[in-house]
C-alpha cells in the first residue's frame, strides 16, 4: 500500500497562476481532508469530504476550491495563486469520521512569487 | 487563540531522559491526538485517547487525559536521537462535525 500520495512536492508559481494538486489514497478511506501548514503554526484545514460527492469548507477556504472525484482522489485548486498561499499543504484521509485516525500524506511544498 | 496549546514550544533533552509535553484545550471534545512529525515529512499519528479515558499507553508513549482541566499530556520515556521531532495534539471537537483542530506543535531535539 502506498497510503497517502500527493504530486507534486514542490511548486513555484506565479502570482495569479493556477494550479491544482493532487492527493490519492488506497486504503479505501471514506473521508479526505486538505491542510495547510505555516512557519510556527500547526495544520489548518482547507476544506474536507467526508464521503465520495460531498465537500464542506474547513477553516481557511478562501482562494481554494476542491473536487472529490471518486473514493480515492481528492484534489486542491488554486485559482489564482497569491504570496499569502506559499505554504506547505497535506493531503490526509480517515477511514469513517473525523473522529477517526487520519493518514497524512508527504506534502507539497508551493511558494508564489 | 487556538483550540489547542502546546507546551512547551521547544524542548532539548539527552538521549535516555524522559520527555513531556503538554496540550490545553478550550471546550469539550470527543477525543484527543497525538501526532509526530519528523522535519520536511508528512505528520504520523501517534495514539487517540477519547474523552471518557484517562490514560493510554503505547510501546514507551504514555498520554494522559485531564478533562476536567482541559488538558493532556504526551509522555515519552528513555527518549532516542530517533525521537527527534516537531510533535502536534489535535482536538476532534464534540461541538461540531469533529474536525480536527492541531496545535502549534511542540519541537522536541533528542541528542545522543
Known amino acids: 500500500n502506498a497510503g497517502v500520495t500527493q504530486t507534486p512536492k514542490f511548486q513555484v508559481l506565479k502570482t495569479g497562476q493556477s494550479m491544482t494538486l493532487q492527493c490519492a489514497q488506497d486504503?479505501?478511506?471514506?473521508?479526505m481532508y486538505w491542510y495547510r501548514q505555516d512557519p510556527g503554526m500547526g495544520l489548518r484545514l482547507i476544506y474536507y469530504?467526508?464521503?465520495?460527492?460531498?465537500?464542506d469548507k474547513g477553516e481557511v477556504p478562501n482562494g481554494y476550491n476542491v473536487s472529490r472525484l471518486n473514493k480515492r482522489e481528492f484534489s486542491l485548486r488554486l485559482e489564482s495563486a497569491a504570496p499569502s498561499q506559499t505554504s506547505v499543504y497535506f493531503c490526509?484521509?480517515?477511514?469513517?469520521?473525523?473522529?477517526?485516525?487520519?493518514?497524512f500524506g508527504p506534502g507539497t511544498r508551493l511558494t508564489v512569487l | 487563540s487556538q483550540q489547542g496549546e502546546e507546551d512547551p514550544q521547544a524542548l532539548s533533552i539527552q538521549e535516555g531522559e524522559n520527555a513531556t509535553m503538554n496540550c490545553s484545550y478550550k471546550t469539550s471534545i470527543n477525543n484527543l491526538q497525538w501526532y509526530r512529525q519528523n522535519s520536511g515529512r508528512g505528520l504520523v499519528h501517534l495514539i487517540l485517547i477519547r474523552s471518557n479515558e484517562r490514560e493510554k499507553h503505547s510501546g514507551r508513549l504514555r498520554v494522559t487525559l485531564d478533562t476536567s482541566k482541559k488538558s493532556s499530556s504526551l509522555l515519552i520515556t528513555a527518549s532516542r536521537a530517533a525521537d527527534t521531532a516537531s510533535y502536534f495534539c489535535?482536538?476532534?471537537?464534540?461541538?461540531?462535525?469533529?474536525?480536527?483542530?492541531f496545535g502549534q506543535g511542540t519541537t522536541l531535539q533528542v541528542k545522543p
Open positions: 469530504s467526508a464521503s465520495e460527492g460531498t465537500t
Open positions: 490526509a484521509s480517515g477511514r469513517d469520521s473525523y473522529t477517526d485516525t487520519q493518514y
Open positions: 489535535a482536538t476532534v471537537l464534540t461541538s461540531n462535525t469533529g474536525k480536527l483542530i
Open positions: 486504503m479505501n478511506h471514506n473521508s
